[in-house]
């Protein structure tokens, strides 16, 4: 199953959090706080969305930062994914 989002909506996937101690000890990040990183699997059209002309600036592939408590979790094949609205994104990591 594909998503396709519509309007300005954009699907991401979210970064796995891990971290590693001094000595090289990776902690699985279950624990902790889930990051607001994630990878762009798929950009809507863009287009009119509430009577604004809306470009989508970002592109599939581009890892993201974006707002803590936006967007809906969607689980599909086993798989989690994220939908945002493009203004919810607040940085393109490069």
């Keep these: 199953?594909?998503?396709v989002p519509l309007g300005d909506r954009v699907v991401l996937k979210q970064l796995i959090a891990e971290e590693t101690t001094k000595s090289g000890i990776v902690l699985p990040?279950?624990?902790k706080e889930k990051p607001q990183q994630a990878e762009v699997i798929a950009?809507?059209?863009g287009g009119v969305v509430d009577g604004?002309?809306?470009?989508m600036e970002v592109k599939v592939g581009d890892n993201v930062i974006y707002s803590k408590y936006?967007?809906?979790e969607v689980k599909i094949d086993d798989e989690e994914y994220i939908i945002v609205k493009q203004?919810?994104?607040l940085a393109v990591i490069q």
């Design 52 to 55: 604004k002309e809306v470009k």
């Design 70 to 72: 936006s967007g809906t």
């Design 87 to 89: 203004n919810d994104i």
């Design 29 to 31: 990040g279950q624990s």
């Design 1 to 3: 199953m594909k998503l």
């Design 43 to 45: 950009v809507g059209p």
